[in-house]
């Protein structure tokens, strides 16, 4: 069992940065990656960013690329999403989910159906 919790969200102006936090716990030695995904209001899940166990390796949407960067601290089982240069599209509840090698995956870093646990989410709301 895995428990992921995210935290860091606000309200913000246009141009404003904000870190977000998702802290994992439980069962984590055999994650192969962590993600974001964000729902904007009205709006499907979408993918924003993912990075290897490791560390070494990450990915982004292109809506995000140069704006936002992901991390992670081993130490603490622990990713970040440092968003920079925030934008009122930007606005929508951001959700943290790990990948394990529980099963075979037919889907790359960016599909939901990647992901075996996710957080409840946390709010990022950026004004004009």
């Known amino acids: 069992q895995v428990q992921l919790v995210e935290s860091g969200g606000g309200l913000v102006q246009a141009g404003d940065s904000l870190r977000l936090s998702c802290a994992a716990s439980g069962r984590t030695f055999n994650s192969v990656a962590m993600a974001w995904f964000r729902r904007a209001p009205g709006k499907e899940r979408a993918f924003v960013a993912a990075?290897?166990?490791?560390?070494?390796?990450?990915y982004y949407a292109d809506s995000v690329k140069g704006r936002f960067i992901i991390s992670r601290d081993k130490d603490k089982d622990t990713v970040y999403l440092q968003m920079n240069s925030l934008e009122p599209e930007d606005t929508a509840t951001y959700y943290c989910?790990?990948?394990?090698?529980?099963?075979?995956?037919?889907?790359?870093?960016?599909?939901?159906?990647?992901?075996?646990?996710w957080g409840r989410g946390t709010q990022v709301t950026v004004s004009s």
């Open positions: 989910a790990l990948d394990v090698a529980l099963r075979p995956k037919a889907a790359g870093w960016s599909d939901e159906s990647t992901y075996d646990y």
């Open positions: 990075i290897s166990w490791s560390g070494a390796i990450t």
